[in-house]
């Protein structure tokens, strides 16, 4: 079993997550440095997902890390009816750290705990994806200069969202009120807000979207509302043009505000919101790989001062 | 007379442990859940025998054997309310409950067909996250179930 592991966003304490954002800012500062050379990285998709893969790829590459692995699940071993745990254990003799994503939960948890080398978790069904919550902090970091007691909007699919969930539970350290918007069958589910309760997190819950209603947001976190989500027909027609924002909407939002997305965007940001300054949803991509790199990094062992 | 008659059904214990009150329903489940198809040791299982507290109980005595409380508290996810009789030399030296322990190692499956528990050859393992509530936590997929709704491996 090995503890360097990132498996969830929940094992990382207030400290950490300040920690790893402070290093995912030197890495903002200088992204292309040789720290990692001589290291193999293992990207082993079992589920494709472009945007996260070559996110991890550039990270390990700008740091001067090789890379190997696979995307496409049907040309491994697997597709044969090897287990999940030979795999691992097949692929740690090459590599130095395992990035893995997995369409069943609890695979990367399972493999944090048979691996001899560290596990980075990139999504395991619809359970954890850390390292989005850690890229979805650090852009929050970087346009408010804090975290602390922010006003945090997340619109959209609520339900199904593991994006919205983790950085709800991230966020718990830092005072902030949320605003839940969301179709009244995509709201948030019960377990979370009593885990707001607990966590003495305050929350706001709304079913419409419109500019009095978004007018004190610090951060506007927009996700997909998908058709495939819906049992209802009807309320599908109904909701899918109204959680839509529009360049219109942001004239009396604050200076401050950003609009992020976990992407792909599909219409749920209207195209003429991308020139407006406020719209960050590709920095935030961007910032994906600082992140990383600072992830990468950390399971290996590497600390902030190696890196000043 | 009768009672004599049913008392004698089953036989006194020299040495070993008595599990009694086992609601009739859960026996063998309880049974499957101590390996005891596995061992050598003399075993006496006592199924629909009548009970005033459970209307029918299933009782369980087996001979020379000593349970340490990580074994038989596996029993608790099914049996809560069990009784223990520690037997040496014909008498009762001691009784003992049972109590829900903080994990469930390879007990309980997972009810979440997407959990890699449910796809690989591995244990599962569950935390018990509210014993009040008999709410359970799957280790791996993080999936919670209650108490009631779980099956046994």
């Given at each position: 079993m090995d503890n360097k592991s990132l498996v969830t966003i929940a094992e990382y304490s207030k400290e950490k997550i300040l920690y790893m954002l402070e290093m995912a800012k030197q890495f903002e500062k200088d992204p292309n440095r040789k720290i990692l050379e001589g290291k193999v990285v293992a990207t082993l998709f079992f589920e494709p997902s472009t945007r996260t893969r070559l996110s991890f790829e550039t990270?390990?590459?700008?740091?001067?890390?090789r890379v190997i692995g696979f995307s496409d699940p049907k040309a491994t071993?697997?597709?044969?009816?090897?287990?999940?745990?030979?795999?691992?254990?097949?692929?740690?003799n090459y590599a130095d750290v395992i990035v893995m994503r997995h369409h069943l939960e609890g695979a990367a948890r399972y493999a944090s705990e048979v691996a001899p080398v560290p596990i980075v978790n990139a999504g395991d069904g619809?359970?954890?994806?850390?390292?989005?919550?850690?890229?979805?902090?650090?852009?929050?970091?970087?346009?408010?200069?804090?975290?602390?007691?922010?006003n945090i909007y997340l619109v959209g699919d609520l339900?199904?969202?593991?994006?919205?969930?983790?950085?709800?539970?991230?966020?718990?350290?830092?005072?902030?009120?949320?605003?839940?918007?969301?179709?009244?069958?995509?709201?948030?589910?019960?377990?979370?807000?009593?885990?707001?309760?607990?966590?003495?997190?305050n929350y706001v819950e709304h079913t419409d979207f419109n500019e009095d209603i978004i007018a004190d947001a610090d951060i506007l976190y927009m996700t997909r509302v998908q058709r495939e989500r819906f049992?209802?027909?009807?309320?599908?027609?109904?909701?899918?043009?109204?959680?839509?924002?529009?360049?219109?909407?942001?004239?009396q939002t604050r200076p401050n505000l950003r609009i992020l997305h976990p992407l792909p965007r599909v219409n749920e940001i209207a195209y003429d919101v991308d020139d407006n300054p406020k719209a960050y949803y590709f920095q935030q991509a961007l910032n994906g790989v600082y992140a990383r790199q600072a992830?990468?990094?950390?399971?290996?062992?590497?600390?902030?001062?190696?890196?000043? | 007379m009768n009672k004599n008659?049913?008392?004698?059904?089953?036989?006194?214990?020299?040495?070993?442990?008595?599990?009694?009150?086992?609601?009739?329903?859960?026996?063998?489940?309880?049974?499957?859940?101590?390996?005891?198809?596995?061992?050598?040791?003399?075993i006496t299982i006592g199924f629909n025998l009548e009970s005033k507290k459970l209307g029918k109980k299933g009782i369980i005595k087996i001979a020379d054997k000593f349970f340490c409380d990580e074994e038989i508290n596996r029993i608790s996810v099914v049996a809560p309310h069990v009784k223990l009789n520690i037997i040496r030399d014909y008498a009762v030296i001691e009784k003992k409950e049972v109590y829900m322990p903080d994990e469930l190692r390879g007990i309980v499956k997972c009810a979440n067909p997407k959990c890699i528990t449910n796809n690989e050859p591995m244990s599962t393992l569950f935390h018990v996250t509210d014993k009040d509530n008999g709410i359970i936590k799957c280790h791996y997929c993080e999936k919670e179930q209650k108490k009631e709704e779980i099956v046994i491996l």
């Open positions: 990270a390990a590459n700008r740091l001067g890390a071993s697997s597709s044969k009816g090897e287990t999940l745990k030979d795999t691992i254990m097949m692929v740690s619809a359970n954890q994806h850390p390292s989005q919550t850690m890229l979805d902090l650090y852009s929050i970091y970087k346009t408010q200069k804090t975290l602390e007691n922010l339900k199904y969202g593991r994006t919205v969930h983790s950085l709800l539970m991230a966020m718990r350290h830092f005072n902030p009120t949320f605003h839940f918007i969301a179709p009244e069958e995509l709201k948030m589910p019960e377990e979370y807000k009593i885990y707001c309760k607990e966590n003495h997190i049992t209802d027909m009807m309320e599908y027609e109904r909701v899918k043009n109204i959680y839509i924002l529009k360049n219109k909407m942001l004239e992830i990468l990094c950390d399971v290996l062992g590497i600390a902030l001062q190696d890196i000043m | 008659k049913q008392a004698l059904q089953v036989a006194a214990l020299k040495n070993g442990t008595v599990i009694d009150h086992i609601p009739s329903e859960k026996l063998f489940t309880v049974v499957s859940l101590l390996g005891l198809e596995h061992m050598g040791n003399n």
